[in-house]
Every structure is written in C-alpha cells, then in structure tokens.
C-alpha cells in the first residue's frame, strides 16, 4: 500500500476574522487551541506559549509579567487560569549566570510567581522570558522536524530558510539551552525563528496573532520545501501491505495485551488507517523502527522505541505470532532494562518496561497504555513519528536522540512531574471488565463501581438501549453490546467486539437473569426451558469465552456469577428458578477447580430480594411472589426485611460491592470457589 504525494502535509492557517483583538489571555488562549487543534503542530501536552504584558500585584502595584503555559496542561484545552503568570523582571537577571541547575532554576521561579497557587510554571519559561518579544510559541510541527530529525538538517535548514532561520544543536530544555536561543536572537536581527535539532520550531512576535501566522508559515514553508525536494518518491520508498487481514490481528490482541502487562495491567487501542499501514507495510520500517523518538514530548508515553513483530504471510500462522509476539516482548523487556541500568543513577527507579507501541508486520499499530486515553495518546503521537520518519527518510536519513540523551529526558524529574499531575489510579486502572445483563438495575450498580474504580467496562444487554445507558458517561472507557446470552454466536460476537476495543477482559460477570414463580404443577417446558437457557446456558457461555480468552492472555482473571440466595435455599413456587440458579453455582465451582492452573479465579454471589432498582421486580415477578407469601406486591419489601437476620433491605449497589470484592486480588486474590450471600443473613441460606 502506497500513499501519493505530498510527502508531509501543509497546515490550514485557522486565525479567525475579527474586527478588533480580544484581550492579552484571551489572545494567547485562542492562539493556544489553534495550534494544538492540529497535532501536526503541537503534540499533546506538548509546545509551549507565552505573553509579555503588565498587571497588578496583590498591593495594587503594576508589574512587568509574563503569562507561559503551565506545566502538565495541553494547549488544545488550555484555559486562562492554566497560564502562569510570572515578575518578567526577577527573571531576566538569570541571563547573567553562566550556569543553573534544574532544581534552582524551578525554585528561582516559584518565586517569581504572582501567585504561589497558580500551576508551576513550563519547563521552557527561560527559554520564553530571554526572548525579548511580547509573544513567543514553541511547538513540534512534523513539517519542522522532518528538517530537526534529518542528518543533514543543520544545511537543509538554510537551504529552506536561508538567514531568516537559526539552528541550535540538541540540548536538553532548560537554562543553557534558553541561552543558546536568546543569545542567537539577540545577535541576528535577521532571524525570524529557531529550529532546535531533534526537537521543534521557536517563533516569536508582536501579537498572538502574528506569533501564530509566523507558525504556520514556517510550517508551510518547509513542508514546501520537502515536497519539492521529494516530488515523484513514494513515502518510506513504497512497499505493499500484505492482504488486508483485520481478523488475524484481532486474533492477536489478547497475546500482545498480555505480552504487554508483565507489571501493570494496559488497555490496547488497534490502528489500521492507511498511513499505520503503510508504515508497517514498508521496507523501510524494519530498520525506522530501530532509530528512535523525532521529539523529546514523545518519550514518555511511546518510549525510545517499539515492539516490532515480523510477519510473513506465507510463513507464519496465529499460533507463531503469538509466540512471536511472547519472545519479542521479553526481549523488549530485557532490553529495556539493560538500557535503564547503562544509564541511571543510584536514586532512580526503573518504569514499567513494556512496550508503549506494537507494530505488527503487514497487519497494523497498536497502542497500549494503563487507561484508554494513555493508549490513545500513545497511538497518536506515534502517528507524529510516522509523519517525521516519512519526510526525514525521502529527504535525507531520519536520525533521533541517543538512548543517554532519550533517558535524560525520560527519567527526568522535570518531565516526570506533569505526568504526576495526573489523578491516582483507580484499583481497576488497566483492567477490562465485561458485565452481562448490564443494562439491569444491579448490571449498572456493577458497572458503575467498577468504572469508578477506573476499569474499563463493557456493558451487554438484550436490550442495546440499556446498555448504551449504561456505559455512555464513561466515554471511551464503555461499550455497550447487544446481545442474547443464550446465542453462542452472540456471545462469541460480544467478546470479539471487546477485544477489538480494549485488546481483552480481565473481569467477566454473569449477571444477565430472568425469574418466574408458579407452582411446579403450572410450570410450563417453555418455562423451565426459559429459566435453564438464559441463567445456566447464559452462564456457561459467558465463562466459557471468557476462559478462552484469560488463557489467551496468560494473565489469569476474574469471572463472578451473581446467582441468587435460591441457589442454596428451595425457593417457594419457583421450581425452575432456583433449580437454574443452583446450576449457575455449582457450575461456578465447576470453573473455580478448571481455572486455578491459569490463575482464573470463579466466586458466586447470592443476591436477596433485590427489589428496588431491579428490572426483574419491576416484572410479574413482583406479584407472582407476593401470591407465593400470600401478601400484597406493596407489602413484599416489608415481608422480605423482616425475614432476614438483620432487618435490611438489599440494594443492586449492595450486590455491587460484593461483586467488586471477587474481582479484586488486592481483597480476594487467593479465594476461588467460594460464594458471598448479600441476603441480609437468610438462615435457610447459610453456607454449609
């Protein structure tokens, strides 16, 4: 597969027609959100962008101030209380020393802050206050960096831009390197912008507006430039995918997710777009793969390198990739190891060393991460390597930071701390969860203390509706399906749909249900048949896809059955009922001696007269149970409190938090084949 001409792609000037600007923030704020409003130009969470203007200080005095970007914000998002603001003149003096440590130079400016609340300030402020012009951007345009990240760059860059351009060797962000850059523009007057070597782009101006312009043109000028220089080349030299087999890589999913997870559990996000494809396709990647990040930002969420998997569809079939992908992941691990322990010092503790990115041969990218939008951003700025190796290779020979100079940038603490910014994780971060009758009053009580808990979760339902209601405020983090849990092609279906998005399952709970009461002399085949079919055959092949796929990942996992308080006590007029929920138990203990070589843990538990929230007791079941007891459908809470040892009623968020105890090996990691009761205390119930 070959994608045609141009070689890097122009960018779309987005500054809109206005009759006046706006003011200073709100300027640097709109010219923020346009740049990252194309990642071509600023990665996520990357670039920076500042303002020189005057305020008022806490006792009313005016104050020469810059606002710069905060550290750990995205400039597509960023809002005004996001920019720090900072006493221009407490900074400038620093220009005078000849060296600053990076713990010295972010305490020199904690001080300078107006406000000590406000976000600490960008690690590039230096670099913003020791250029002289009221507006500064720095980003990392791919069109720019096809020139930052060639062997060649330094002489392609004054071919394109001639004198109106300086280049700055690679240096790590911080004090020395802000020097370079202000020592550079304040010698030239020529200069319109910098480009620093493997890394991005530096304009500066007299407003937001013509900040944002001069980006743009630069971009364009260069992507230009490289078009020019390439017309005719096919990007990475050309090179046909194999035939286009989306189901063979979904086959492969649970191997890589687990391949994936040696420390912490990840989510996968799966890219076959034409130009992931395109790459992994060609005859260059093989040996791209081996060079490294084009930029600095992209580090810490794909790390130096990715987890290449050859793929030889004449060759290789599921069982040898999956192999494949087992071996090479090791390694992956081993290597990475070696990496961290050449270059750290004492003090430093090794991150997680799985791949960030997969690349199978022919078939696609896969992005992993500890929650979707980690994966997502994974995917997405690999996409920005891509579009850096495609221009850099036709033009000259792509070349990227060293392993020291990419682990001085990964381990360092200036770097590390906006990724502590982020919330703590969840006990389920990573982790899928897959809850049948989803849609269901307890369904959604599960869904939702997982999902609070950070799991992914999938929610399947006869009812789609339900489900999509169930799942729709976690975003990307939910998918509902539709599904009868009694079709093994469903079923089968549903789980196919799961891996797709997520990579896997991790939690697998059989909640899906129905219940009928009549005495055993009325009750029909049809409704025994019913009861058997959706509680014990619904069962059976939820837990049977998911065994299927935990072993597939090598992880073991959780499946919980949430049977009913019937499963142990002979329920009154409910022959069919409790006769299925006894089988949904017993073959929960079935599961729990079948799994524990694979670390497959299987618990049941047995709900109560879970009236209020249930879809169930909304039903004739209500009525058909007040007749069995003789009372009225508005007396049957009352009727079943009373009976229970503690005189309570039973929530679906009751169940819930039962549910929650199995799926955790942080509470239950070392019990299978037990059962929980949330009945109240039931003594007919009673484990024995």
Known sequence: MTIQTPIVDPVEDLWPARDAPGELLEELTLASHLLAANRAIANFGGGNTSAKGSTTDHVAREVHTMWVKGSGSDLATIESDQFTAL????????????????????????????????????????????????????????????????????????ECFG???????????????????????????????????????????ESAEECYRRTVEAINRAADFVNERTAGQSRFGGGEQAAENRALLSELLPAIRGALSSERPKVLTVDTSPRALEFVSSAAAPQLVTVGAPCPDHLVHTKRLPLWVPYDPDLDDVRTLRERIAERAERYRSDYRAYFEQHAAAEQTPADPDARIVLVQGLGLVAAGTSTKAAITSRDLYHRAIEVMAGAQALDE??????????????????????????????????????????????????????????????LDLDEESAREAVEKYGDRGLAVGADVTSEAAIADAFGATVRCFGGVDIVVANAGIASSAAIEDTTLDEWNRNFSILG?????????????????????AVIVVASKNALAAGKNAAAYSAAKAAELHLARCLAEEGGADGIRVNTVNPDAVLQGSKIWDSSWRRQRAAAYDVSPDDLDELYRQRNALKVSIYPSDIAQ???????????????????????????????
């Open 87 to 158: 006493r221009l003149e407490e900074i400038l003096p620093l220009m005078d020393r000849q060296t600053l440590s990076d713990e010295d130079m972010v305490a020199h400016l904690a001080r300078c802050q107006l406000d000590p609340t406000m976000p600490r300030a960008s690690i590039e402020t230096l670099l913003h206050a020791f250029i002289a012009a009221p507006h500064v951007h720095h980003t990392h345009p791919d069109a720019i960096n096809v020139l930052a990240g060639s062997v060649h760059g330094e002489q392609l860059l004054r």
């Open 163 to 205: 004198a109106s351009a300086a280049w700055v060797p690679y240096l790590r962000p911080g004090f020395t390197l802000s020097k370079q850059v202000a020592d550079a523009v304040r010698t030239d007057p020529r200069l319109e912008l910098i480009v620093l070597a493997k890394h991005g782009l530096i304009v500066w101006g």
């Open 398 to 459: 792509f070349v990227s930071l060293d392993a020291a100079e990419s682990f001085a940038i990964e381990y360092w603490p200036l770097e590390l701390y906006k990724l502590a910014q982020a919330p703590p994780a969840g006990e389920f971060q990573g982790k899928v969860a897959l809850v049948t009758g989803g849609g269901g009053g307890i369904g959604r009580a599960i869904i939702d203390e997982l999902a609070g808990a950070d799991a992914c979760v999938v929610a």
């Open 537 to 557: 055959t619904g069962c059976f092949l939820a837990a049977r896809e998911a065994f299927r796929l935990l072993k597939e990942q090598g992880r073991g996992g």
């Open 658 to 688: 039962a549910v929650i105890h199995f799926a955790s090996e942080r509470r239950s990691g070392k019990s299978t084949g037990n059962l929980l009761n949330v009945d109240g205390g039931v003594a007919a119930a009673y484990a024995r």
